[in-house]
């Protein structure tokens, strides 16, 4: 896990992320978290891209693996089930409160852009709405920072201790027929 400031990220990394997403990683600032093989698993991104567009989301879940097992707890209502947890707890919504304003000072301390001041990800600070961002977010940020993006990486099928890496190297020239 980790948080602002990043070590710039390798040729390497951003290759990896470029395979994992199946299109190119731009404007990676840094790898926010990795799998137990060193592989990315969250790249973090510029909160403004080169082209001047802003980008809210710092923490953005890469591995296919992560991705797809929030994708099936997506699928299953997980996400109602959270956002009547946050309904229902006070302390709960508090500490998602916190969640989220702890995102932003990660976010301003690599670049401030006033379109997107006070928009965090995921849904935060009163609602669940992604929880790719939320896991991403709570694998950047470490246990204990975001309530529901550690949940969802408890009940999640896939963990960042067990790694279920693909080969992401591109594919070798086939050698030619003798
Ligand atoms: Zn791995």
């Not at 001047?52 to 296919?64: E, I, R």
């Not at 919504?93 to 006070?118: C, K, M, N």
């Not at 920072?145 to 201790?161: C, E, F, T």
């Amino acid at each position: 896990m980790t948080r602002p400031p990043f070590d710039p990220a390798t040729e390497a990394d951003v290759a990896t992320v470029t395979a994992q997403l199946g299109r190119p990683a731009r404007n990676v600032i840094g790898i926010a978290a990795r799998c137990v093989c060193g592989a990315p698993t969250v790249v973090a991104t510029a909160p403004r891209l080169e082209d001047g567009t802003p980008f809210p989301t710092l923490y953005y879940l890469s591995h296919p693996a992560a991705t797809a097992a929030l994708s099936f707890l997506e699928a299953t209502q997980v996400m109602n089930e959270y956002n009547q947890m946050l309904a229902d707890d006070d302390d709960l919504r508090a500490h998602y409160q916190a969640a989220h304003e702890s995102f932003l000072a990660d976010r301003e301390l690599v670049g401030s852009v006033p379109e997107i001041a006070g928009i965090s990800s995921g849904g935060m600070p009163v609602r669940v709405k992604c929880l790719h961002a939320l896991a991403a977010h709570s694998l950047a940020a470490g246990p204990g920072v975001n309530p529901i993006g550690d949940l969802a990486l408890l009940r999640a099928a896939w963990s960042p201790q067990v790694c279920e890496c693909l080969d992401y190297a591109p594919p070798a020239v086939p050698p030619a027929e003798a």
